[in-house]
């Protein structure tokens, strides 16, 4: 995340955003993805086609087994498709091997977790910081940025608390400025108010949507929620790992 | 914050296991430390001894006596510049019967000559060779016992029965690591005059100072091929030879201190992959998380035998600053006291420290392999669906 991004204002970023002509962020097609337990074979997606444009906020739904957790790990370079394409930001991630894709999602990929998933013996800047350490970026560089993410998510004065020593809602928002620290074109969350009360779920879909509209980031999230998925700009509904609607 | 600053503290994590750890380490490094300064010890009189002194004793074994006359024959021989004679008087303190040390019979006046690392003061020096009944001691046995010099003392013989009083004449100190100073010398002369007619003017073994160290073998032929048409053989050899072959009486003894110390530090490496395998499974989400956001398989190895190598050198460096009191001081001291005739200087060696050091290194990262090669093939959705 660029400095500039956070201190020129939403307006003015949110206008570049919607104003620019949206071009596909992802893009999939025929994807499927087998697992074998033993000599089972799964199918978990079947020929599944799909596309996101770049600055848009969409939802997964779907019951459980019905393949969006799969298809999420797909789309941020987890996974490796068993047949079919998928284009991220115009990289073929099939294409990719196992290192290349780590790095891909290095710069490319911002994760939110439902359990947060923050180290306990970090504090909350270092946290933030976790992803810079991968870049050539200096000390000074690193632990300014991660003192901007902390300010995006409001968390600024929790720089030096460790993670239980916050709320659930504010290990989140931790969470949150660690997935946007690398300044990501795609942001993927799993469930990112599965754990936390109303309030707090309220909270982050609305750090979410400011990501969103005053970033421009791209925004996946895999949810059970009806109304975290009414924040989302589309919804897709996931069943037997084919999408319906 | 750097890479490295993440594994030092999952090091303290689990604080109790840690430390746990680091004391398990920290005992094997220190009975590592002391087998291996058992070991170096007991080579000790070897690597010290004498180049130019060779020793002659009976050819079949050193408990038989030789002649006094032999004494003589030595000194004639080419190649040979002084030489002396001693006796095994095996002599035991009354007071503490249990307490091992050796008791010699010498010729004072030659034996000083040919072992001049021997130092005593020359005032006690003088008085020892006037007094018959005369003894000089080490400083580490006069110490154990309280004597001191002018004090009477007396002994109780084993192999030649009584008891013998005798004065304490001198104490004396060694410039060489080889010399047992709790060791017991008194006239030879004194025993001689006592003992029975079978047992006179024998001697035990010959010990002779020659010109030419390099020579030494050389003499020593001479000297047995002198003897070898008298009624008793001889074997002479160098005083370093003498220490190797009498050590090599005890070649299954080392061996197995040898195989213990290596065992210690497996059972060392054995602790340490445990707790390094139980850090890896209670963190396998977080390894999981790392993954998902770009660190590469190696990071992950790196975490793992870098918490490995710290708790390693924690232990190890902790161990090895037990080891100097508890080795040293404790064990060794005890040791030169009782058993100076075997560990004259029972120091930790640099080698073993060095060793120590590197090895509680070298095993930590040996031990943390697997568990590093498993957290870095960890698949990255089945690590992250270990998230509840």
Known sequence: MTEMSVDTGAADRSRKVSDKPRTAMIEVRGLHKTYWRAKERLDVLGGLDLTILEGSFEALMGPSGSGKSTLLNLIAGLDRPSEGTIRVAGVDLGSLGEGARAKWRAQNVGFIFQTYNLMPVLTALENVELPLLLTNLSAADRKKRAQ???????????????????????????????????????????????????????????????????????????THDPAAAKRASVTHHLDKGAIRS | MRLSALGVRNVLRNRARTVLTILGVAVAIVAFMALRTVLTSWTEAVNHAAKDRIATRHKITFVMTLPKRYVDDVRSTPGVVK??????????????????????????????????????????????LQNRRGAVVGDVLAKKFGWKVGDRVTLKGTIYPGNWEFDISGIYTATR?????????????????????????????????????????????????????????????????????????????????????????????????????????????????????????????LFVVGEAITIGAL??????????????????????????????????????????????????????????????????????????
């Open chain 2, 315 to 388: 232990g190890g460096l902790v161990g090895i600053l037990l080891s100097y009191p508890l080795v040293e001081n404790g064990i060794g001291r005890w040791l030169e006291e009782n058993m100076g005739g075997f560990f004259p200087y029972f120091r930790i060696a640099d080698g073993t420290t060095v060793a120590a050091a590197l090895l509680s290194l070298g095993l930590g990262a040996l031990a943390a392999a697997i568990p590093a090669y498993r957290a870095s093939k960890l698949d990255v959705i089945d690590a992250l669906r270990r998230i509840g």
């Open chain 1, 148 to 222: 901007i993410a902390l300010r995006v998510v409001g968390l600024e004065d929790r720089a030096d608390h460790r993670p239980r020593q916050l709320s659930g809602g504010q290990e989140q928002r931790v969470a949150i400025a660690r997935a946007i620290v690398t300044d990501p074109k795609l942001i993927v969350a799993d469930e990112p108010t599965g754990d936390l009360d109303r309030d707090n779920a309220e909270e982050i879909l609305k750090l979410l949507e400011r990501l969103n509209t005053e970033f421009g980031k791209t925004i996946v999230m895999v």
């Open chain 2, 177 to 301: 690591r080889s010399v047992d100073r709790s060791t017991f010398w008194f006239h030879w002369d004194y025993l001689n005059e006592s003992v029975d007619a079978r047992s006179k003017d024998q001697i035990g073994w010959i010990a002779a100072r020659i010109d030419k160290p390099e020579a030494a073998a050389q003499i020593a032929k001479r000297i047995d091929t002198h003897f070898d048409e008298k009624d008793i053989q001889t074997l002479s050899m160098s005083e370093r030879a003498l220490n190797t072959s009498f050590l090599g009486m005890f070649t299954t003894v080392l061996k197995a201190m040898d195989v213990v110390s290596i065992v210690i530090l497996l059972i060392m490496m054995l602790i340490l992959g445990n707790t390094i395998a139980m850090g890896v499974r209670e963190r396998t989400n977080e390894y999981g998380v790392l993954r998902a956001i770009g660190f590469l398989p190696k990071h992950i190895a």
């Open chain 2, 83 to 128: 030489a002396t004679f001693s006796n095994w008087f095996g002599g035991q303190n009354p007071k503490n019967e249990n307490e091992f040390f050796a008791t010699i019979a010498v010729e004072p006046q030659s034996f000083l000559e040919v072992f001049d690392e021997i130092q005593v003061p020359a005032d006690q020096r003088e008085s020892w």
